[in-house]
Every structure is written in C-alpha cells, then in structure tokens.
C-alpha cells in the first residue's frame, strides 16, 4: 500500500513527464531505479580505481612541482567531493534496498557523506604534505 505522499509525488513525476497512467509511470520509474542502481554501483567501482591512479600520479606531480600543492589540493578536494556524492546515493539506494524507508535512507547517506567529508578531507592533506616533505 502507498500513501498519500508517495502516490502524489508519482502523479506529479508522471504528470511533468507526460505518461499517460500511473501503472505505466510506477513501470518507468522501476527500470529507471534499476538501471540507476547499475550505474552507482558502476561508477563506485570506477571512482575508486581512479582514485587510486590519481593518488600515485599526483603524488610523483608534487613531487616535481612543490609550488603547485594548494592548486593540488584543491583538484584533490573536488574530486574527493564528487567520489563522496556518489557514495552518497550509492548508500541511500542501499538503504532503500534494505529498509524501504526513505527518510531513513536519507538520514543514513547523510551521515555516511559527513562522515566521508571529515574522513577524507584530512587524508588528502596529509597524503599531499607527506609527498612533498612537508609537515605543516
């Protein structure tokens, strides 16, 4: 059983997106969670090996031009912040796998996301100190 909410904000998507029956948009809706599923999955897993790549190569980049750590880092942070969104909707798509509540997956990718920002904000600061020598 839906409620109230979940039906309205079906009708509001179906209505935007010119489909012509509730039925047909809760379909288009499912394939569309689906694939998306997929593709989070997907670009965790390819997020994470370029990371990995980006680490090393960057680190020997510090090492040849010491005078460009701040642009570095702060390269470093923004693709940090975008690993960190997609870990974000992969969590809360688990979250909805799991438990089915939405405000309960919001919560827990949240925390996952302020987690990962206080985790790996300081990690690729030290990551790119340790590789130029300094201990600022």
């Known amino acids: 059983m839906m409620s109230d909410e979940e039906l309205e904000a079906i009708d509001d998507w179906r209505f935007k997106n010119r ?3 509730r039925s047909d948009a809760v379909r288009k809706l499912t394939k569309i969670g689906t694939l998306t599923d997929e593709w989070i999955d997907r670009a965790g897993q390819i997020i994470d090996a370029a990371q990995e790549k980006y680490l090393d190569k960057i680190t020997r980049f ?3 031009h010491p005078e460009s750590l701040d642009d570095i880092h702060e ?3 923004l693709l940090s912040a ?3 969104e997609v870990v974000r909707v992969s969590v809360a798509a688990s979250e909805l796998r799991s438990h089915g ?3 309960e997956a919001i919560a827990a990718a949240d925390a996952v996301l302020d987690r990962t920002l206080e985790d790996r904000a300081p990690f ?3 990551h790119l100190q340790s590789a130029s ?3 600022k």
């Open 19 to 21: 489909i012509a029956t």
């Open 62 to 64: 510090a090492d040849m």
């Open 75 to 77: 390269v470093s942070m």
């Open 82 to 84: 975008a690993w960190v």
């Open 101 to 103: 509540n939405v405000q």
């Open 124 to 126: 690729f600061k030290e």
């Open 133 to 135: 020598g300094d201990d």
